[in-house]
Nanobody, 122 residues
Framework: QVQLVESGGGLVQAGGSLRLSCAAS????????MSWYRQAPGEQRELVAT???????NYPDSVKGRFTLSIDKAKNTVYLQMNSLKREDTAVYYC????????????????WGQGTQVTVSS
């Protein structure tokens, strides 16, 4: 199993910045890719950013140029730097991990964090 621990959410004024962290832990696993999703009240969960094990990133147009996702492979941790925040970025942000478990030879297992609230005020 893989556990995800998120941190870094909070309240920020529009135009400000926040950095979210997500640390993956467990025994004998390797990460395929990690992502951040977000869900605003009454809305569907949407992808915010993805990074592969090799460091390739992908962003939707809504955050491109403002958000940057990076990975520290030694720590199995991803960091989502969010700049120029807007009110519409307000949501619960969830960390996602796709991993292989070498203890059970399971491939492509999916894990979610508990979510962290990001609130952007005007």
């Amino acid at each position: 199993q893989v556990q995800l621990v998120e941190s870094g959410g909070g309240l920020v004024q529009a135009g400000g910045s926040l950095r979210l962290s997500c640390a993956a832990s467990g025994s004998r696993f390797s990460i395929n890719d990690m992502s951040w999703y977000r869900q605003a009240p009454g809305e569907q969960r949407e992808l915010v950013a993805t990074i592969t094990r090799s460091g390739i990133t992908n962003y939707p147009d809504s955050v491109k140029g403002r958000f940057t996702l990076s990975i520290d492979k030694a720590k199995n941790t991803v960091y989502l730097q969010m700049n120029s925040l807007k009110r519409e970025d307000t949501a619960v942000y969830y960390c996602y991990c796709n991993a292989n478990l070498w203890t059970t030879l399971a491939v492509g297992r999916e894990y979610w964090g508990q979510g962290t609230q990001v609130t952007v005020s005007s």
